[in-house]
């Protein structure tokens, strides 16, 4: 029954567009080249209905469109497809509202839209509980505080991600923002103005589905703050750590939730390399499930300030760190002297292989492995005088001392200048390097993530 009904709409569709184009005096798809008409300039009004898609094929094409296209583009033609008729209409207008691309001309209408009354209960939208995403990020002065907090108010019930603009998002949005209970990403990174923190992590304690925060550049952690006070979202994965975080904070003050898989911590002004590494030692290295660290943009860091930084946490798989606050001792093995005066058992899921067992029962000095790092990413704080600090030559290095055994990708900013002249022919050697290794171990091992791509990367800053 389901064949006869599409081999139906197939010959309706077939018949329909035939007769279209030989009312508009058009060739048909099926003439020889020798056959064409000649169009005529002025076609003439539709007056049949168009062809007839079933809905579960037209949502297909409107998905893959939402999700293909750059977002301009997306939107834009998500529009243009609303407007072909009713069932395109309703469609597409999920889509449409699911991830809404504001800016100054068409933020207005938005509001007007999802909120059409001051008071929810005399005039409520259904087009609300449609968004997904609502990225405030490039709105600056077209915005107020109060209608920040009606338009979270009134998308809580399907908002997934929020990113905040900087100016108008106050302590009035708190009771909004803690009612969004399916809400995943926050992103209050450029908040000029930030809350009080106490109000803020009362608010944050009530988003269960919270995985992604970014908190304020402006947000304040000083010795008034206890432990006590900050407690975390229950699911919390990635967090990016950023604002006046003091000595107070880093000594100890903050515990991390153990959910955490990523975090990212810049744009402290008043962090110092030694409280920075404290911070690492005691709150961060017993984080076993943390996979991704980065680290940028701390102007009271010095220039090897976190050179111990693999040996502290043996556990990350992909470090991005800026060159400013490093130099090779990165990889030097050499570092081990001073960190083996602790106590062994703090060294908190240290991997089985990173001493090098046998060497050391042969009477030689420690070799220190990273096993777990294969993603290595260097980036740049915008200091001077850095770009021959970390070389490519280095890394080859570290790779031939075996402290790099499951390297696999480094990504370094274009501002390091890796690509001219001097540095470009070493690139193109490490590059061949980490292919030629993931090559040979593709052949002996059948582990699924052998199949990722190897290699160098340069990307833009």
Request: aromatic share 6%.
């Amino acid at each position: 029954m389901a064949l006869d009904q599409q081999r139906n709409w197939d010959i309706s569709m077939a018949e329909n567009l035939h007769h279209v184009l030989h009312r508009h005096n058009q060739p048909s798809p099926t003439l020889a080249d020798n056959e064409t008409t000649t169009p005529t300039t002025t076609a003439s009004p539709w007056t049949s209905p168009p062809p007839y898609l079933p809905t579960e094929i037209l949502l297909q094409i409107l998905s893959h469109i939402s999700a293909l296209l750059p977002r301009t583009l997306a939107q834009t033609t998500l529009a243009s497809c609303a407007l072909l008729s009713h069932q395109w209409h309703a469609a597409t207008l999920p889509l449409l509202y699911a991830h809404p691309r504001l800016y100054g001309q068409n933020f207005d209408p938005f509001v007007r839209a999802i909120c059409p009354s001051i008071n929810l209960h005399v005039r409520p939208s259904p087009l609300a509980k449609l968004v997904k995403s609502l990225n405030m990020a490039s709105m600056v002065h077209q915005v107020s505080r109060t209608s920040t907090a009606r338009l979270l108010g009134r998308t809580k019930e399907g908002l997934e991600e929020f990113v905040a603009p900087q100016a108008s998002f106050a302590i009035n949005c708190l009771p909004a923002l803690g009612k969004c209970g399916s809400l995943r990403v926050l992103d209050l990174s450029l908040v000029s103005e930030s809350p009080p923190l106490s109000d803020l992590f009362r608010t944050l304690e009530r988003l269960g589905e919270l995985r992604v925060l970014r908190l304020p550049r402006s947000a304040g952690f000083g010795v008034h703050h206890k432990a006590t006070a900050l407690v975390w979202p229950p699911r919390l994965e990635e967090l990016c750590l950023s604002g006046g975080i003091d000595a107070h904070f880093l000594h100890g003050v903050v515990a991390f939730p153990e959910t955490l898989r990523g975090l990212t911590i810049e744009h402290c002004p008043l962090a110092k390399g030694f409280a920075l590494v404290h911070l690492l030692r005691t709150a961060v290295r017993p984080l076993r499930g943390l996979e991704s660290l980065k680290i940028r943009y701390m102007p009271r860091l010095s220039s090897r300030a976190l050179d111990d930084v693999l040996f502290l946490l043996p556990q990350l798989k992909k470090l991005s760190v800026s060159v400013d606050y490093i130099t090779p001792a990165i990889f030097d093995e050499g570092h081990y002297s001073h960190l083996a005066k602790e106590p062994l058992n703090t060294f908190v899921h240290t991997p089985p292989a990173f001493i090098d067992d046998e060497e050391v029962e042969a009477g030689g000095a420690p070799s220190l492995q990273h096993h777990a790092l294969h993603t290595l990413e260097l980036t740049s704080s915008g200091n001077t005088g850095i770009e021959d600090k970390i070389s490519p030559i280095d890394i080859l290095i570290a790779m031939d001392d075996g402290c790099l055994p499951n390297l696999r990708r480094v990504r370094v900013v274009k501002s390091l200048h890796w690509h001219n002249n001097v540095l470009g022919v070493d690139t193109e050697a490490l590059g061949d390097a980490l292919r030629e290794k993931w090559e040979a171990k593709r052949e002996v091992s059948q582990e699924k993530d052998v199949e990722e791509e190897a290699g160098v990367w340069l990307v833009d800053g």
